[in-house]
């Protein structure tokens, strides 16, 4: 059984505190706290609420060439994570309650996070028939979100369907807002680099045409929206509009579109190479302003663990996706804090307590006081750290290799077990 | 210069350099015995992804000429998904031992990904990329172009004005035109519908015309006209080629207007009838056969400065 006093860490709001860990709960928090419990120096590290990702590829089922149930969580739980949620475009598809089960299972047997599957809304991700999602919510793995991420659930009818059925049981569709018309051979954003290097342009407006048409199909059936990796400015005025309106949507942004920009495919590196396309600086200034005002709820990493073979070669056979969840937190803070647009409770409600919230997860995102899990990252935000190209994943599609961010994440506890120690991950074992 | 990637990858001068060897190499061309040991011993493959007769025919000559043994290598439709990767292919090449790889691939950038890839050793010679760029192309026909209007074998096309007709979002040779007829101080406007000729294209060129007759208003000294292709009707582009004939071909009325000074220029294969009509291409203002002549010459000259100079500097 764990037993840690964490000493001196200072909290989202401030204020330096002690906080003690007894089995799976903080038991304790406040000044000058004893306890026979193990000793964490938490001096001059800030204390924040486990992160959550509600966006994460583990590619498990069917790619583990790529990531597994097990590397993923890994590689979340040093990027300061004590929750994922996998999504359902795994081999077969997670469309059914003995996938989810399965990757629920596996995610438990891990042990670094917890996992949430997320089931897909369309049998096999194809975009005509409903997916079993009340049968996935009933089973073991309680599945609330659902999403076809990597495809767009284009059909308005399907799409309206999908936002009434799972009003029932509280679901919420989160969509991968891309208009397929709009987008055939797409490559990359769409403008005068596009034209310059004849890549086949990935139009802003397909995005938003699909968020401005679903905000709208939310708000008829007054179901919950989550919009996956807003990429574009434009995207942000929608749905800045939507909610002033009052329509139930929520919205994420990924790491990468908070700090790349489309001009890094200029060398056809298909490392730079993501779905939705990196966009313009403008589009990047407005998402992160975004983050600060409250019109995007949440960060989500995308981590999209791909195979060498699958980036070392040309721009148009390569796939799309890059790593996020070991430097999520880094980018953020080099992004967000370290400009001035947000603190850090800012920063763990994007990161924690908000996407705990959309996913449904009670254990997740508390604030850090007694009778709390004891889910909690502590970060050394005066760290620089040069990423390196290597990491838990399984994969190595990083595009931050060589990058210099700020800050960096010391210690993980998921549930009372400390997953990372020093910024290193620790061995579990087996069935822990 | 160890590889032709864009034309961005020449300085201005070395963009006359390369023409003024080219034009010395026009004169190779019309000996008896068209032959240079220049590159005697050295291997090129031509590297052709996708489909195409004139180009790699031209560069098969030009490497011929220069008495270095060719190989030509026709990887339709080899992509990751269908089999052999890209560098599993140009692994198993090299290891045969070449010294140049003539690319030509439906992949805009895909010269350059092999250029910059560790497990490539080759110079890399791009023979169209995608819809990105054409290098050798905008050569032969900013030769094309001095030698006509000039009547000179050296210096830059200041003051030239040039206009691009047709499909340029699909057009890696209006790129590469484009890029080199401006390095070369000439002035360049396109010319299409809009939804061939985005507005983003301004990045590239000094004016866009969205009327076909206003631009020829203009007095252009060069009317370059695009092939276009039947599947842009497919997705939307243009109506029909009816409709795209009447506002944008090079039709005998249009071509009638014309300064009888104007070159008339097309990169071929040509749709005699659609973007051009016959009376156009085969009048005395035509060049569309000298392109294709120092088409050869321009390649001999980019495959003498990448090959036989090699270790000299």
């Known amino acids: 059984m764990s037993h840690y006093l964490i000493k001196n860490a200072q909290l989202a709001d401030g204020t330096v505190v002690d906080i003690e860990i007894n089995d799976q709960m903080i038991v304790q928090v406040g000044s000058n706290l004893s306890s026979t419990g193990e000793l964490i120096d938490a001096s001059g590290l800030i204390a924040l609420s486990g992160l959550v990702d509600l966006h994460t590829h583990l590619r498990e089922p069917g790619f583990e060439g790529s990531e597994t149930i097990l590397t993923g969580s890994k590689a979340a739980a040093k990027g300061g994570f004590t929750s994922v949620h996998a999504m359902a475009n795994t081999a077969p598809v997670a469309d059914n309650a003995a996938v989810v089960e399965q990757v629920f299972a596996l995610g438990k047997k891990a042990g670094y996070v917890q996992v949430q599957p997320i089931g897909a809304v369309t049998v096999n991700l194809e975009g005509s028939q409903l997916s079993d999602m009340g049968k996935m919510n009933k089973s073991s793995a309680t599945v609330t979100v659902f999403s076809d991420d990597g495809k767009c659930v284009s059909d308005s009818l399907v799409m309206r369907r999908a936002l009434e059925y799972v009003k029932s049981f509280e679901g919420v569709i989160a969509q991968h807002a891309q208009d397929p018309a709009l987008t055939v051979n797409a490559q990359m954003n769409e403008g005068e680099l596009s034209m310059k290097l004849g890549l086949t342009g990935w139009p802003q407006v397909a995005e938003q045409a699909i968020i401005a048409r679903d905000v709208l199909l939310a708000e008829e059936v007054d179901s919950r929206l989550h919009i996956c990796h807003v990429s574009t400015a434009g995207s942000v005025d929608i749905i800045r509009w939507a909610k002033a309106r009052g329509i139930k949507v929520t919205a994420e942004v990924t790491p990468h579109h908070l700090l790349l920009t489309e001009d890094l495919a200029s060398e056809y590196d298909p490392l730079y190479k993501v779905n939705p396309p990196l966009r313009t600086q403008k589009d990047v200034e407005a998402l992160r302003l975004a983050v600060a005002d409250g019109t995007i709820d949440i960060i989500a990493t995308d981590h999209a663990p791909h195979p060498e073979d699958s980036k070392d070669c040309e721009w148009g056979e390569a796939a799309f996706g890059m790593l996020g969840l070991e430097t999520a937190a880094a980018i953020a803070q080099t992004t967000l804090i370290e400009t001035g647009l947000i603190d850090w409770k800012r920063f763990q409600e994007v990161l924690s307590s908000n996407p705990a919230r959309i996913g449904k997860l009670s254990d997740q995102g508390q604030e850090l006081t007694p009778g709390s899990y004891a889910n909690i990252v502590l970060i050394d935000p005066k760290a620089k750290q040069v990423i390196d190209r290597e990491g838990e994943s399984k994969s190595n599609n990083n595009p931050y290799a060589g990058m210099e961010l700020n800050g960096a994440v010391k210690h993980t506890i998921y549930k009372g077990t400390l997953t990372v120690r020093d910024g290193k991950v620790l061995e579990l074992g087996e069935n822990n | ?313």
């Not at chain 2, 301004?202 to 015309?209: F, K, N, P, R």
């Open chain 2, 1 to 313: 210069m160890r590889h032709l990637l864009s034309i961005n990858d020449l300085s201005k001068q070395e963009a006359i350099d390369l023409l003024n060897l080219s034009a010395q190499m026009q004169e190779v061309n019309k000996r008896d015995v068209k032959k240079l040991p220049a590159l005697n011993g050295r291997t090129v493959v031509n590297l052709f992804f996708e489909d195409s007769t004139r180009t790699r025919f031209s560069f098969e000559l030009a490497a011929k000429r220069l008495s270095a043994d060719v190989v030509n290598f026709t990887a339709k439709g080899s992509s990751v998904s269908k089999g052999e990767s890209l560098k599993d292919t140009i692994g198993t090449l090299e290891a045969m031992g070449v010294d140049a790889l003539i690319v030509r691939h439906h992949h805009s950038g895909a010269a350059l990904t092999i250029a910059n890839a560790p497990w490539s050793t080759s110079a890399v010679i791009n023979a169209g990329d995608g819809t990105h760029e054409h290098p050798t192309q905008g050569l032969l026909d900013s030769l094309t172009i001095r030698q006509r209007l000039n009547g000179l074998d050296q210096g830059d096309l200041s003051g030239v004005r040039v206009l691009i007709v047709g499909d340029i979002l699909h057009s890696r040779v209006a790129r590469s035109n484009a890029l080199l007829l401006r390095k070369l101080g000439a002035k360049v406007s396109y010319c299409g519908p809009s939804t061939l000729v985005p507005s983003a294209s301004l990045g590239l060129v000094d004016e866009i015309y969205y009327d076909f007759d206003q631009a020829l208003a203009q007095n252009f000294d060069v009317v370059m006209m695009l092939r276009i292709q039947a599947e842009r009707m497919n997705s939307a582009f243009i109506p029909n080629a009816k409709e795209y004939s009447q506002l944008f071909g090079l039709t005998d009325s249009r071509f009638d207007s014309l300064s009888s000074k104007t070159l008339v220029m097309h990169p071929g294969p040509m749709n005699r009838g659609l973007e051009i009509s016959s009376k156009a291409a085969d009048s005395a203002q035509s060049t569309i056969l000298e392109q294709v002549a120092n088409g050869v010459a321009v390649r001999m000259a980019v495959l003498y400065r990448l090959l036989a100079q090699e270790g000299k500097a």
